[in-house]
């Protein structure tokens, strides 16, 4: 079903909900807005490319009835898939962008945008120890790779150094304990514009957990791309990988 055509079935709801019709500029008009407004954020980078500079787009709608609400969740349940077309049509570099609605009290305006950037790049990414024990807290991402195990330095059988870890979990704490001297190791695709996560052969095992469920790990570079938001599970230990929010208005 078209835009059009599913907009004016939700405005006859809305008109069947409320006992009134809508204001003049809801909804198509403000949904066909909302889209222009966001594909205007398009900018050039270099030889001619388009990109889209944010990953991340809330609108504020103001709505306070529950009717009115209703309808404009259901007409702006496709407004991600309707901006990744419109994107596309632009000849933009194609990029994930999440959208989010909110409602708020009646204003001035009939929506606001606030866009975001959660794309993970060096110097504003961050791996947080959340369950174990390791030398730091926090570690910020660059662009070289880093190792992830348990100690800071692994040798073999005739005590050669075989590896770092630039990311070492202590071996004095039990959860700490369950992560493999060579556990995984992170690294920056500057092409992919992510960070992969590589699982060296551990014995115990790195998922990822997101949204609710877990995922295996790559062994092969360049990984399993990385997420805001992902918990990284090895062994009993956790880390969260986070991408530092920069804002717009």
Same mark, same amino acid.
């Given at each position: 079903m078209k835009i059009h055509q599913k907009a004016r079935i939700l405005e006859e709801k809305l008109r069947k909900l409320t006992g009134t019709a809508p204001r003049p500029e809801e909804p198509l008009e403000i949904y066909n807005e909302v889209l222009s407004r966001i594909v205007g954020q398009v900018r050039p980078v270099r030889a001619g490319k388009l990109s889209f500079p944010f990953d991340a787009v809330k609108v504020k709608l103001p709505a306070t009835e529950a009717g009115e609400q209703q309808v404009l969740t259901q007409l702006f349940a496709s407004l991600e898939s309707d901006l990744h077309e419109r994107l596309k049509k632009t000849g933009c570099e194609t990029i994930e962008v999440e959208t989010a609605i909110e409602f708020v009290p009646e204003g001035e305006h009939p929506f606001e945008l606030? %866009?975001?950037?959660?794309?993970?790049?060096?110097?504003?990414?961050?791996?947080?120890?959340? !369950?174990?024990?390791?030398? !730091?807290?926090?570690?910020?991402?660059?662009?070289?790779? *880093?190792?992830?195990?348990? *100690?800071?330095?692994?040798?073999?059988?005739?005590?050669?150094?075989?590896?770092?870890?630039?990311? %070492? %979990?202590?071996?004095?704490?039990? *959860?700490?304990?369950?992560?493999?001297?060579?556990?995984?190791?992170?690294?920056?695709?500057?092409?992919?514009?992510?960070?992969?996560?590589?699982?060296?052969?551990?014995?115990?095992?790195?998922?990822?957990?997101?949204?609710?469920?877990?995922?295996?790990?790559?062994?092969?570079?360049?990984?399993?791309?990385?997420?805001?938001?992902?918990?990284?599970?090895?062994?009993?230990?956790?880390?969260? %990988?986070?991408?530092? *929010?920069?804002?717009?208005?």
């Open positions: 606030v %866009f975001e950037t959660r794309r993970p790049s060096p110097g504003n990414a961050v791996l947080r120890v959340i !369950k174990g024990a390791a030398e !730091k807290a926090e570690y910020l991402l660059g662009r070289e790779r *880093l190792n992830i195990g348990r *100690l800071p330095e692994v040798t073999d059988a005739a005590g050669l150094l075989v590896r770092r870890n630039h990311i %070492f %979990f202590l071996e004095n704490d039990v *959860l700490s304990e369950t992560v493999s001297r060579v556990q995984a190791h992170i690294v920056y695709s500057a092409e992919k514009g992510v960070f992969g996560l590589v699982d060296d052969g551990s014995s115990s095992k790195t998922q990822i957990h997101r949204d609710g469920q877990m995922y295996s790990v790559s062994r092969m570079d360049p990984g399993t791309p990385l997420r805001h938001g992902d918990v990284i599970c090895m062994g009993k230990a956790r880390m969260e %990988f986070l991408a530092l *929010l920069r804002n717009a208005e």
